[in-house]
């Protein structure tokens, strides 16, 4: 940055040195010579400062983000982690990874609310594979979920943790809900 503020101020003034033909480029053969004297006055001295610092910021701070990362158990139906904590209200960016290996090992993570887990992966069943084994847009039982993740495929979703309470997290593929499953506990 300093390097590219002296060169803006050396062609701003003028005293860029400047390349001259000497006296052997007429002769034959002869290479040509190149002279760097300086056309005009020396260079300005340039004294570069910090600037001072902003009274006000530039950009609102960051709102309080949790991350959370969670996998599926190779080629089981099961996430790593059953128990997910969170503060009430607090965003929460999650990352799904799918660990499995074998192609029909599909999976998704859907947080719903308490003892909807069931009718849930029926209406993800229902919506089938084409839609992910999603509950359609605006089920009020789904808190939040992600997309399907193939195997050794991520996913993620990010949303706001809702009022203190206990909530199920389940994958909707066909069959999977049952054992795949975990807590999220939200606290205030």
Same mark, same amino acid.
């Given at each position: 940055?300093?390097?590219?503020?002296?060169?803006?101020?050396l062609v701003i003034t003028g005293s860029v040195p400047a390349c001259q033909k000497g006296k052997a480029d007429t002769?034959?053969?002869?290479p040509p010579v190149?002279? #760097? &004297? %300086?056309? @005009?006055? *020396?260079?300005?001295?340039i004294e570069l400062q910090? #600037? &001072? %610092?902003? @009274?006000? *910021?530039?950009?609102?701070p960051k709102k309080d983000v949790v991350e959370l990362k969670i996998e599926?158990?190779?080629?089981?139906?099961?996430?790593?982690?059953?128990?997910?904590?969170?503060?009430?209200?607090?965003?929460?960016?999650?990352?799904f990874h799918n660990n499995a290996k074998?192609?029909?090992?599909?999976?998704?993570?859907?947080?719903?609310k308490p003892g909807t887990e069931a009718a849930v992966a029926a209406e993800g069943l229902k919506a089938g594979a084409d839609k992910g084994y999603l509950p359609s847009e605006g089920n009020a039982d789904v808190l939040a979920h992600t997309g399907m993740a193939t195997p050794g495929a991520?996913?993620?979703?990010?949303?706001?943790a809702p009022a203190p309470g206990?909530?199920?997290?389940?994958?909707?593929?066909?069959?999977?809900?049952v054992v795949m499953k975990g807590v999220l506990t939200v606290t205030q």
């Open positions: 940055m300093r390097i590219a503020n002296i060169i803006a101020a002769e034959k053969g002869a190149v002279s #760097a &004297a %300086p056309t @005009a006055a *020396p260079p300005p001295k910090a #600037a &001072a %610092p902003s @009274a006000t *910021p530039s950009a609102a599926s158990v190779g080629d089981t139906m099961a996430f790593n982690l059953t128990s997910l904590t969170v503060k009430s209200g607090q965003e929460v960016h999650l990352v074998m192609p029909v090992m599909s999976h998704n993570w859907v947080l719903v991520d996913t993620e979703v990010t949303f706001t206990t909530y199920p997290y389940v994958c909707t593929v066909v069959g999977h809900y």
